[in-house]
């Protein structure tokens, strides 16, 4: 269980932050009049959030693969 969690800490933070994110943007930003599709409800933007922290940190992994020639 330990091994999974250090392989893949760094898609946890993205997700935990991209969640953070996400509601921080419904709570300051938002949608006023209600008719955003996505930023009208805290549950999806937070949804969306984490999908995109996900997304954005997945790029920073690296391969520890070794190429052979």
């Known amino acids: ?5 250090t ?3 760094l898609k946890f933070a993205g997700i ?18 209600g008719a955003c599709p996505i930023t009208s409800n805290p549950w999806r933007v937070t949804a969306y ?7 954005i940190f997945d790029i920073f992994k690296t391969d520890k693969k070794e190429v052979k020639k």
């Open 16 to 33: 935990l932050a991209g969640a953070i994110g996400g509601y921080l943007y419904y709570h300051f930003i938002g949608c006023g009049t």
């Open 7 to 9: 392989k893949h800490w």
């Open 49 to 55: 959030g984490s999908v995109m922290g996900l997304l």
């Open 1 to 5: 269980m330990k091994e999974f969690f």
